[in-house]
């Protein structure tokens, strides 16, 4: 079911379709490579929870899930400082974790959860990320699997939002920047 587009969309960047599909590839890519095991999915709050949900619906081997929530404090020109709003409700020792995230950016937060999480003892953990946004990293992380490659675009759609707003889409839009600056 499409949503109307609300005002200030500047333009469609992947349909409903486009992300279904390339969801679908990625929950095969995934239980393959972790064919025989269990697999606990780690969604961050709340950009994540529509593609966890969707990706979880798409891995055929069993999995568990699970949520973090973070907070970000930046300043400006500084990388920001982040700090764990809700931790995880169980233990992941000895367990093969997957980290999921709405948006890759410039890399900071993202190695932060990685090495929180590696210190807590996992069998393995891997990064699986709905869009990368390559030309923003400042810092190199291991994706693992990624659904697209995007420009330096303001998205919204599908868990991602401007002020709380548009997570609903069932697309992946191009915010207008005209709307944006009125909104700041």
């Not at 970000?72 to 997957?98: C, Q, T, Y």
């Not at 900071?108 to 959860?113: E, G, P, S």
């Not at 393995?124 to 693992?144: E, G, M, Y």
């Amino acid at each position: 079911m499409s949503h109307e587009l609300p005002p200030g969309v500047e333009r469609v960047l992947f349909t409903a379709e486009e992300i279904e599909r390339r969801v679908a590839e990625l929950g095969a890519e995934i239980s393959e490579r972790y064919r025989g095991k269990e697999l606990k999915l780690i969604g961050i709050l709340k950009g994540s929870v529509f593609f966890l949900t969707a990706l979880a619906r798409a891995i055929t081997i069993p999995v568990k899930v699970d949520f973090l929530a973070i907070s970000s404090f930046a300043n400006p020109g500084s990388s920001g400082l982040v700090r764990i709003a809700k931790d995880l409700d169980d233990r992941i020792e000895g367990e093969d974790v997957m980290l999921v995230e709405d948006i890759i950016d410039t890399g900071f937060t993202v190695r932060y959860l990685l090495r929180n999480l590696a210190g807590r003892g996992p069998n393995s953990i891997a990064l699986c990320t709905l869009l990368d946004r390559t030309s923003r990293r400042i810092v190199q992380v291991p994706v693992d699997f990624r659904c697209f490659e995007i420009g330096d675009h303001f998205v919204i759609g599908y868990g991602l939002d401007h002020k709380q707003l548009y997570r609903n889409l069932d697309c992946i839009a191009v915010m207008n920047p005209e709307m944006l600056k009125k909104s700041t």
